[in-house]
């Protein structure tokens, strides 16, 4: 099989954790985790928010593999207050530099400017990255279904809990939703990304939608433009989004996130 985009991440990724390991020990690490921000509830933030509207988890988005450069103007604290401004629940703060131009210290610079919770968004295979994860103040982590194991999601999801955080437990096809249900995390996204071939389709939400059961949180992940594909997939049960690209484009973040988030469908 030829190699993935996901592949080549995951090799680069074990690299660099083996290397950041080495240049602080996981005692050090957690000694920092503990001095850290208290954590923001990020599952409870969604919950109130989709109870009255949309929720939204507001990407922190600079480039991508498939698009390359996003946003040439990028400054983190400002991106995620003008997010805060037009009314975002939470943040998500890429902190991959190979693929997406992130950095961990994004993460730190963007919370410290909001009073929202975060997520760390980083293809998490260690619990040494929750870990340092909740050091750069995350609340709330990754776990990419379609690059994990059944046991490295469990050991990576009960790290977060112990820390206190949630976990967004990510998938794009039936089987990888079969083995999120599975793990006792409630914040389920659906990317309607294909991680393997960039190939976006919403129909991914509305297909998989109907195959989740009740009492998870059902956030649509990636691709999302307009008012229009926010109330389409909320009728497929979807009142939580992910967004980035879409928002990143436009020159008033904060305007560009209230004009997405009024008029949302009743729930
Ligand atoms: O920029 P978009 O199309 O609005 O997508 C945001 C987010 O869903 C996407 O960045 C994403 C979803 N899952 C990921 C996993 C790793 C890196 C990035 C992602």
Redesign the pocket.
Known sequence: MTETILDKIKTYKLLEIAADKSKAPLAEVETAAQAASPVRPFAKALIAAQSRGYGLIA?V?KA?PSKGLIRENFDPATLASAYETGGASCL?V?T?TPS?QGAKSFLTQARNATTLPALR?D?MYDPYQVVEARALGADCI?I?MASVSDAQASELEACAFDWGMDALI?VHDRAELDRALALSSPLLGI?N?N?KTFE?RLGTTRDLSRHVPEGRILIS????NSPADLADMAKYGARSF?????LMRQPDVAQATRTLLANPVPA
Do not use: A, H
Not at 242 to 246: A, F, M, N, V, Y
């Open positions: 990407e988005k991508s998500s890429l991959d997406f968004k293809f990754l990419v990510e990317n990304r991680l976006t992940e990636s691709g999302l992910l967004i980035g690209e879409s």
